[in-house]
């Protein structure tokens, strides 16, 4: 089994470490995809996803873990799959929004957020742009956190929220699964508490697959 993580905007690959290394100590080989919103807009970095995730596929069974920003990537970049392409066994989406996000929005005239996001800032802002990205095919887990920070709690007054998007930003009919968590937004990859549910999702996946009591190798 493998796992592609792929980290927020604003944030690095690093900011998964200790999810990764939970899934690398129970047989999970795990990897991750590195970006800049500031030096790329979102298709480009999405093309450069759906090739890496098509070098995965062809190594056999898979998850994919996007937090925020990167959530939204994978959206894009498993719709341009090639059909033939493996699909992932399960997508988890942490704290990602399905929709335009309300901080987004506020802030995507500020000179600063447009040049620190560029063109995946814009996005997270427009609902037009969100609304055009396909939903995930393969079976998907929104993790989502519900403590708020003092910071943002003006703008969401009563809603759940992590302190970055509302868990209403977070919701899809195409979603398998929710699963709240006492975690603010940026530490959602960093949680054990969200490592040991991608680590029991995905062992039960692999056990309805016929692999029972062991997680699948790479190239297996």
């Keep these: 089994m493998q796992a592609l993580f792929i980290h927020g905007m604003g944030r690095t690959p690093l900011s998964g470490w200790r999810m990764l290394r939970t899934l690398q100590a129970n047989g999970i080989a795990t990897g991750t995809f590195a970006y800049s919103t500031a030096l790329q807009d979102f298709e480009q970095i999405s093309r450069r996803l759906s090739e890496r995730i098509q070098m995965l596929a062809a190594r056999g069974n898979y998850i994919l873990i996007g937090h925020s920003l990167g959530g939204v990537l994978l959206r894009s970049a498993l719709a341009s799959l090639p059909a033939a392409t493996r699909q992932p066994l399960r997508v988890f989406l942490l704290g990602s929004p399905t929709r335009a996000a309300r901080l987004a929005r506020m802030l995507e005239r500020n000179?600063?957020?447009?040049?620190?996001?560029?063109?995946?800032?814009?996005?997270?802002?427009?609902?037009?742009?969100?609304?055009?990205?396909?939903?995930?095919?393969?079976?998907?887990?929104?993790?989502?956190?519900?403590?708020?920070?003092?910071?943002?709690?003006?703008?969401f007054g009563a809603e759940p929220n992590d302190g970055v998007v509302a868990l209403a930003e977070t919701s899809a009919p195409w979603i398998n699964e929710a699963v709240l968590v006492p975690v603010v937004h940026t530490f959602l990859p960093s949680?054990?508490?969200?490592?040991?549910?991608i680590l029991l999702r995905t062992?039960?996946?692999?056990?309805?697959?016929?692999k029972t009591g062991a997680l699948q190798a790479p190239g297996e």
């Excluded at 995946?120 to 998907?140: E, H, K, N, W």
């Excluded at 949680?191 to 549910?197: E, N, P, T």
């Design 111 to 155: 000179v600063v957020f447009r040049i620190a996001t560029g063109d995946c800032g814009q996005l997270l802002a427009s609902d037009d742009r969100m609304g055009a990205l396909s939903p995930v095919a393969a079976p998907t887990t929104r993790i989502c956190g519900d403590r708020g920070i003092a910071l943002t709690s003006r703008w």
């Design 191 to 197: 949680s054990a508490q969200v490592a040991r549910i």
């Design 203 to 210: 062992s039960e996946d692999a056990a309805r697959q016929g």
